[in-house]
């Protein structure tokens, strides 16, 4: 039997009128708090199984981090006067822009400063990725002092606490902190490299963050003496 071709088009203008609105009913009928929170669940799981970096923090990392500045005898800096002390007595060295290296302007002056062992690694780390990529590495924190921190703290409930044994390793100076903001996949996968190689020699203890975008990194005393000798190795 044929059927005229006007009739075959209502016929399908009213099935898909008959979908559409079933549909819309079913979205109706679904709250749309339960519907937001079924977006946010099924991003939550997308991101958790994508998330899977090389370089994990861990409550053990912070541990070993405090371990070693206790054994280094090396104070959690309570506030500006502290620091600037320190700074003075060049316990802390100063942190600049190099050709390699560029330090975020928001950090402030006094806060652009580290011990020297940390400093040979954020030398070494930034003139080796120029050598790679021909761009600047961003340094994005340095030290800190426990007023710092607790104001972090209070605005950013991921941030380490300012006391205990999981403390923050910035109040000591012996860390900082890498921006990944504009890294290609192929940039952070060596600075994964690069950092991880050091980790197993036990020279840092480091984490990439997830939501600070950045690769959270404290250096050991001994970094410089292992540093001297592989110069001495390769001449």
């Known amino acids: 039997m044929?059927?005229?071709?006007?009739?075959?088009?209502?016929?399908?203008?009213?099935i898909f009128v008959a979908v559409s609105t079933a549909s819309f009913a079913a979205s109706i009928r679904t709250p749309y708090r339960t519907r937001v929170t079924n977006r946010r669940m099924r991003r939550a799981r997308t991101r958790h199984v994508r998330w899977n970096p090389l370089l994990r923090g861990s409550h053990e990392?912070?541990?070993?981090?405090n371990d070693e500045i206790d054994r280094l005898q090396l104070p959690r800096i309570a506030n500006d006067e502290e620091l600037l002390e320190l700074e003075t007595r060049e316990?802390?060295?100063?942190?600049?822009?190099?050709?390699?290296?560029?330090?975020?302007?928001?950090?402030?002056?006094?806060?652009?400063?580290?011990?020297?062992?940390?400093?040979?690694?954020v030398?070494?780390?930034?003139?080796?990725?120029?050598?790679?990529?021909?761009?600047?590495?961003?340094?994005?924190?340095?030290?800190?002092?426990?007023?710092?921190?607790?104001?972090?703290?209070?605005?950013?409930r991921n941030a380490a606490p300012a006391e205990g044994g999981t403390a923050s390793s910035h109040l000591a100076g012996t860390t900082?902190?890498?921006?990944?903001?504009?890294?290609?996949?192929?940039?952070?996968?060596?600075?994964?490299?690069?950092?991880?190689?050091?980790?197993?020699?036990?020279?840092?203890?480091?984490?990439?963050?997830?939501?600070?975008?950045c690769y959270h990194i404290m250096v050991s005393e001994r970094y410089t003496d292992w540093r001297e000798a592989n110069r001495l190795a390769n001449r």
Request: glycine share 2%.
């Open 176 to 213: 900082i902190d890498i921006g990944k903001k504009g890294m290609t996949r192929a940039q952070r996968k060596w600075v994964d490299q690069y950092v991880y190689q050091l980790h197993q020699e036990g020279l840092v203890e480091a984490a990439e963050e997830r939501r600070q975008a």
């Open 123 to 156: 030398n070494d780390l930034s003139e080796d990725f120029y050598a790679k990529f021909h761009q600047k590495i961003i340094l994005t924190s340095a030290v800190r002092t426990i007023e710092q921190q607790e104001k972090l703290r209070r605005r950013n």
């Open 61 to 65: 990392s912070l541990l070993r981090q």
């Open 91 to 121: 316990e802390l060295v100063p942190l600049s822009d190099s050709r390699s290296l560029l330090i975020n302007p928001s950090i402030e002056d006094n806060r652009r400063y580290c011990r020297s062992w940390t400093r040979d690694f």
């Open 2 to 14: 044929n059927i005229p071709v006007r009739t075959k088009s209502l016929l399908l203008l009213l």
